[in-house]
């Protein structure tokens, strides 16, 4: 039987934690910071979660991630 492979450009965006959520990048932080306030920018350092719609397939992409 063929090995299981994870879809590496989905792992390379996405990690699961222990509980089983999808970790994700927040977008907006990468340029143009110095138009963003200083209050849009600390709000975006915060950790991100997909949607739990969305959870079941970005899980299927990356079965090797557990």
């Not at 879809?7 to 970790?23: E, I, M, N, Q």
């Amino acid at each position: 039987m063929a090995k299981i492979k994870s879809h590496k450009a989905t792992a390379k965006r996405f990690t699961l934690t222990k509980s089983g959520k999808v970790k994700m990048n927040r977008s907006f932080r990468r340029h143009k910071l110095g138009i963003k306030t200083p209050k849009r920018k600390r709000q975006l350092r915060a950790n991100a979660y997909l949607s739990e719609a969305n959870a079941p397939t970005v899980r299927r992409l990356i079965p090797n991630a557990r």
